[in-house]
């Protein structure tokens, strides 16, 4: 255990080994906040009296100055946190670290200083001072017995209503331990990664005292809408990560938790909340827990852990091969220039012909519905980018000849094509997560679709979605057509949805109203398609091809059914979108099979319009 648990900092130690010269550095880490412990030192050391502490931010910087020359005269302990949200003063700070070196200052005088590692900390800083880190614990049980710790004895006895008190802490602790934890599962985690910190767990500890002494009867709403949505809901930004941190606050804050004994906190029968006892009980179970957090103790199906470890290992992989020299000479096998040409070469190959944008504009005027607009915008889209594509390759060519200067531009594509990754420059038409083989091969799929509609100037039977550059312009365009269709207005519409049983070949004709759309993937969850309800995925089973779905727009409908699970259809895997745009595309509605919406929800279970491979 000795090298598997990380120790715990002792502040006492560092304050020996410094000087008044030397600043001492938390970089901090998610979820940890080093500023309480230092106000306890302070107190322990005599030096609470003489303690001054600064948040910097805007306007902060004289203040700060202020602080430190008073600082050095007087001998007090200055504490500047989160040096990172004021970088553009970062350069001042170095002087005045620099004039430490040479002045006296008061022998009681320390600096410290808190910020998140950021590539424009200055550098002669860190050398000069000492560096301290507390590493976010891993598990949930290394995190439970950091916020038991963090509860004192009165603190804990301080609540009238010992018995609910003690249990819905558990459940608060467990609750904070899990959204934390949550984030290891990446893209199936969390579409957003949060910096929950012990900030939001003390103030909703404060609440959940507060508010038990106050009322007779548990105040459930109150507290669930005080602590997820307020306290840890004030991080949260996107909608669909609401909705997973409330449906954890409604299983961890009900009436089974008070009046079940040993009631379950997930499906893993380990974790439940123990029997009542003091402070010291609590801490013994926590200690009891196992070190490695099963993925069904969140909620989670054991593929999340491939998934994120698959992730994980790529993100090394892309770490060492940006390390790779970028000059290496060739020595027998063929040179780098050489590799890129041949690619390059293979590359302009596959990319296909432009599709006649002005033919297909005569032939459609005749009928100017709003699917032909999007026929024509999408038309539009992938010319310029197949013109670019070509453009850049060719400039590559001559370029690697020496027949032009070589730009940075240039260079960066050199780099990617090497790297086997798509160039940005090409990736300004629609987002995408695949390497650069798989994404041509993509793209020449998408320019099939659209030169067929445009040749027979008839929309597909069943359309393939994912070859959309923007998806969401044609959902409005079928909702349009079907108002238009029904006289009805396009605002009373929304979509509901009917996944097919039969076979794509059985689809003879398009739908009377809405479309077929196929091509989507399923994550977090298998399909059984003889009753067309969500199941577990087998092992291994990443994604799943979803049979084709009809899209049927219908007017003022009723809320979502029970038993349905409404799921999120993103763009492609990272769920929180980039470039510029958002990811998600539309919620589509499932049936949810034997398993309550909730348990989808805490497997993070969406749709997909395309993979990263």
Same mark, same amino acid.
């Given at each position: 255990?000795k090298f598997?648990e990380?120790?715990?900092?002792?502040m006492?130690?560092?304050?020996?080994?410094?000087?008044?010269?030397?600043p001492?550095?938390?970089?901090?880490?998610p979820?940890?906040?080093?500023?309480?412990s230092?106000?306890?030192?302070?107190?322990?050391?005599?030096?609470?009296?003489?303690f001054y502490s600064?948040?910097?931010?805007q306007?902060q910087?004289?203040?700060?100055?202020?602080?430190?020359?008073q600082?050095?005269?007087?001998?007090?302990?200055?504490?500047?946190a989160n040096?990172?949200?004021?970088?553009?003063w970062?350069?001042?700070?170095?002087k005045?670290?620099?004039?430490?070196q040479?002045e006296d200052p008061?022998?009681?005088f320390r600096?410290?200083?808190s910020?998140?590692p950021?590539p424009?900390?200055?550098?002669s800083i860190?050398?000069?001072?000492?560096?301290?880190t507390?590493e976010?614990p891993?598990?949930?049980?290394a995190?439970m017995k950091?916020?038991?710790?963090?509860?004192?004895?009165?603190?804990?006895q301080?609540?009238?209503?010992?018995?609910?008190y003690?249990?819905?802490?558990?459940s608060?602790?467990?609750?904070h331990?899990?959204?934390?934890?949550?984030?290891?599962f990446?893209?199936?985690?969390?579409?957003?990664?949060?910096?929950f910190?012990d900030?939001?767990?003390?103030?909703s500890?404060?609440?959940?005292s507060i508010?038990?002494?106050?009322?007779?009867?548990?105040p459930?709403?109150?507290l669930k809408?005080?602590i997820?949505?307020?306290?840890?809901?004030?991080?949260v930004?996107?909608?669909?990560?609401?909705?997973?941190?409330?449906t954890?606050v409604?299983d961890l804050?009900q009436?089974?938790v008070?009046?079940?004994?040993?009631?379950?906190?997930s499906?893993?029968?380990t974790?439940y909340?123990?029997?009542?006892g003091?402070?010291s009980?609590y801490?013994?179970?926590?200690?009891?827990?196992?070190?490695v957090?099963?993925?069904?103790a969140?909620?989670?199906?054991p593929?999340?852990?491939?998934q994120?470890?698959?992730?994980?290992?790529?993100?090394?992989f892309?770490?060492?091969l940006?390390?790779?020299?970028?000059i290496s000479a060739?020595?027998?096998?063929?040179?780098r220039?050489d590799?890129?040409?041949?690619?390059a070469?293979?590359?302009?190959?596959q990319?296909p012909?432009n599709?006649d944008?002005?033919?297909?504009?005569k032939?459609?005027?005749?009928?100017?519905?709003?699917?032909?607009?999007v026929?024509?915008q999408?038309?539009?889209?992938?010319?310029a $980018?197949m @013109?670019e594509?070509c453009?850049?390759l060719?400039? *590559?060519?001559?370029? =690697?000849?020496?027949?032009? #200067?070589?730009?940075?531009?240039?260079e960066?594509i050199?780099?990617?094509i090497f790297?086997?990754n798509?160039?940005p420059?090409?990736?300004?038409?629609?987002?995408?997560l695949k390497?650069?083989?798989?994404w041509?091969?993509d793209l020449?799929?998408?320019?099939e679709?659209?030169?067929?509609?445009?040749?027979?100037?008839?929309?597909p039977?069943?359309?393939?979605?994912?070859?959309?550059?923007?998806?969401t312009g044609?959902?409005?365009?079928v909702?349009?057509?079907s108002?238009r269709?029904?006289?009805?207005?396009?605002?009373?519409l929304s979509?509901?949805?009917?996944v097919?049983?039969?076979d794509?070949?059985?689809?003879t004709?398009?739908?009377?109203d809405g479309?077929?759309?196929?091509?989507?993937?399923?994550?977090?969850?298998?399909w059984?398609k003889?009753?067309?309800? $969500?199941? @577990?995925?087998n092992?291994?089973?990443l994604?799943? *091809?979803?049979?084709? =779905?009809h899209?049927?727009p #219908?007017?003022n409908?009723?809320?979502?059914?029970?038993?349905?699970?409404?799921?999120p259809c993103y763009?492609?895997?990272?769920?929180?979108?980039?470039?510029?745009r958002p990811?998600?595309?539309?919620?589509v509605e499932?049936k949810?099979g034997?398993k309550s919406p909730?348990?989808?929800?805490?497997r993070g279970?969406?749709l997909?319009?395309s993979?990263?491979?």
């Amino acid at each position: 255990s000795k090298f598997t648990e990380p120790p715990v900092l002792d502040m006492q130690q560092v304050v020996e080994d410094s000087t008044t010269r030397t600043p001492l550095i938390f970089v901090l880490s998610p979820g940890v906040d080093p500023t309480s412990s230092l106000i306890q030192l302070s107190e322990s050391s005599g030096m609470a009296q003489r303690f001054y502490s600064l948040s910097l931010g805007q306007g902060q910087a004289p203040i700060a100055t202020r602080m430190i020359k008073q600082g050095v005269r007087e001998g007090n302990w200055v504490f500047l946190a989160n040096c990172h949200l004021s970088l553009s003063w970062m350069p001042q700070l170095d002087k005045l670290v620099e004039q430490l070196q040479v002045e006296d200052p008061h022998p009681e005088f320390r600096l410290w200083l808190s910020s998140s590692p950021h590539p424009d900390f200055p550098i002669s800083i860190l050398q000069t001072g000492i560096k301290m880190t507390t590493e976010p614990p891993k598990g949930l049980k290394a995190n439970m017995k950091r916020l038991y710790n963090l509860i004192t004895e009165p603190q804990f006895q301080r609540c009238t209503k010992q018995d609910k008190y003690r249990k819905l802490l558990f459940s608060l602790c467990f609750f904070h331990s899990v959204l934390l934890e949550r984030r290891k599962f990446l893209m199936l985690g969390w579409n957003i990664a949060y910096e929950f910190n012990d900030s939001d767990f003390e103030v909703s500890e404060s609440i959940l005292s507060i508010y038990l002494d106050e009322y007779e009867e548990t105040p459930w709403e109150a507290l669930k809408y005080l602590i997820a949505g307020i306290s840890y809901g004030g991080h949260v930004t996107d909608d669909w990560d609401r909705r997973l941190l409330m449906t954890y606050v409604s299983d961890l804050f009900q009436d089974q938790v008070l009046s079940v004994p040993f009631y379950k906190v997930s499906s893993v029968p380990t974790y439940y909340v123990p029997k009542d006892g003091p402070l010291s009980s609590y801490k013994e179970y926590v200690s009891m827990l196992p070190n490695v957090d099963p993925p069904e103790a969140f909620g989670q199906h054991p593929n999340a852990d491939i998934q994120s470890q698959i992730q994980e290992t790529r993100m090394l992989f892309n770490t060492l091969l940006s390390l790779q020299p970028q000059i290496s000479a060739a020595s027998g096998g063929e040179s780098r220039e050489d590799k890129v040409l041949d690619l390059a070469a293979n590359i302009f190959k596959q990319i296909p012909e432009n599709i006649d944008y002005d033919n297909t504009a005569k032939i459609l005027s005749v009928d100017p519905s709003p699917l032909n607009v999007v026929l024509l915008q999408e038309i539009q889209r992938y010319n310029a $980018l197949m @013109e670019e594509i070509c453009r850049s390759l060719t400039d *590559l060519e001559k370029g =690697i000849q020496g027949l032009v #200067v070589m730009t940075v531009e240039l260079e960066n594509i050199f780099q990617c094509i090497f790297d086997g990754n798509v160039p940005p420059s090409w990736l300004r038409a629609y987002p995408s997560l695949k390497p650069l083989a798989a994404w041509t091969r993509d793209l020449v799929q998408r320019v099939e679709q659209f030169e067929k509609w445009a040749l027979t100037a008839h929309p597909p039977t069943i359309f393939w979605m994912s070859g959309f550059t923007f998806p969401t312009g044609f959902l409005t365009a079928v909702l349009q057509t079907s108002a238009r269709m029904n006289s009805v207005s396009v605002d009373s519409l929304s979509w509901e949805f009917s996944v097919m049983t039969v076979d794509d070949s059985n689809i003879t004709g398009p739908p009377k109203d809405g479309v077929y759309i196929k091509g989507l993937f399923l994550q977090g969850a298998g399909w059984e398609k003889k009753n067309s309800i $969500l199941v @577990e995925a087998n092992p291994m089973q990443l994604v799943c *091809l979803m049979p084709t =779905i009809h899209f049927k727009p #219908v007017e003022n409908k009723k809320k979502v059914a029970k038993g349905m699970y409404m799921a999120p259809c993103y763009y492609y895997p990272n769920r929180a979108g980039g470039m510029g745009r958002p990811s998600f595309v539309v919620a589509v509605e499932l049936k949810a099979g034997e398993k309550s919406p909730d348990h989808w929800v805490k497997r993070g279970t969406a749709l997909l319009m395309s993979l990263d491979y």
